[in-house]
């Protein structure tokens, strides 16, 4: 039943993208980490917005707070505020190219690192350093493959 209705492939989807945040990977390529949760939940946001919506961003967004350490509801309430941007105008980002689309993801990806980085300054006086932004460029460079792998996905599962 699970897995007829998707909902199995959707939250192995999810686990995915948060097993991914926090993978071992090299010290030099730390700061480059692609924010897996955000791209993952833009994905399903434009492809399926009847079924992932507030609710679901605003637990993955717990979710990764307590898995990465921060303040609780900080990273949650990043992707919010990216979320009601993507829900609102998902229609348009949906038609747009690939290209395209790698830009609006950069916008959104960064608009969130910015409001995280903001919130943490006032929480706990955290210090800008321009690292901070890398994984915008690295969401930005692994957008189109998410995005085609993540279709494909789609259509095997027949998440609808």
């Known amino acids: 039943m699970w897995i007829k209705s998707g909902l199995l492939p959707l939250l192995l989807s999810y686990v995915i993208a948060l097993v991914l945040m926090v993978m071992p990977i090299p010290t030099f390529l730390e700061a480059w980490r692609p924010d897996w949760v955000s791209m993952v939940l833009i994905y399903w946001l434009m492809a399926i917005p009847h079924r992932v919506g507030v609710t679901t961003v605003l637990v993955m967004g717990l979710l990764t707070d307590i ?94």
């Open 67 to 160: 898995l990465m350490g921060t303040t609780f509801g900080v990273y949650a309430t990043g992707l919010l505020i990216i979320a009601y941007f993507t829900l609102r105008h998902f229609q348009r980002i949906r038609n747009y190219s690939l290209v395209q689309q790698t830009l609006v993801i950069g916008l959104l990806i960064l608009g969130k690192r910015l409001i995280v980085y903001q919130l943490e300054h006032f929480l706990n006086d955290a210090a800008f350093h321009w690292s901070y932004l890398y994984p915008v460029l690295s969401s930005m460079v692994l957008w189109p493959w998410l995005f085609l792998v993540m279709r494909g996905y789609r259509r095997r599962y027949l998440i609808r």
